[in-house]
């Protein structure tokens, strides 16, 4: 009996800490989306590069990741913002190559068209709409859920028949 509370908890505790992380990624995930397909149709300002570079990063399996960082700065009705997003959603790539490249493709001192939201014009993007990486958050976010809503009841089927 005591075995199968113990087993009942630790996969009520699987479920609740899959199920607060992949909501949590899912409603994230969602927010990047949304914002990815407003920014579409979003109002544009002339903006200028102010710093291009790419930024490296190790995780602890030694796996690579760079990251262009391009900062820019616009003006909407006379107010200055700056800003540094790209795209909505993957700007991470395990390729240096990829990410120098999009880094290139913003030098110090282009001009850029700057797409931003016109409720709040601080949040800004120079790659508007909707891209594969848009989806990316929201499906992590879909699949902890899901690991934790389909494990979490198989081990309460498979420890009531021990």
């Not at 820019?72 to 700007?91: H, L, M, R």
């Amino acid at each position: 009996m005591k075995k199968n509370i113990s087993g009942c908890l630790g996969a009520l505790g699987f479920f609740v800490v899959f199920g607060l992380i992949g909501g949590g990624l899912s409603y994230w995930g969602w927010n990047i989306l949304q914002d990815a397909k407003a920014s579409a149709s979003w109002p544009t300002a002339n903006g200028i590069v102010s710093s291009s570079d790419v930024s490296h990063t190790t995780d602890s399996d030694g796996g690579d990741t760079y990251s262009p960082e391009v900062d820019y700065q616009y003006s909407v009705d006379g107010q200055n913002y700056s800003n540094n997003t790209i795209k909505f959603g993957e700007n991470s790539y395990s390729s240096r190559n990829k990410a120098e490249g999009i880094a290139a493709t913003y030098p110090v001192g282009r001009q850029v068209t700057v797409y931003y939201d016109p409720n709040q014009p601080v949040k800004a993007v120079l790659e508007p709409g909707v891209s594969g990486g848009s989806y990316i958050v929201l499906g992590i976010g879909v699949l902890f859920f899901l690991i934790g809503v389909i494990v979490a009841p198989l081990t309460f089927i498979f420890r009531g028949r021990s």
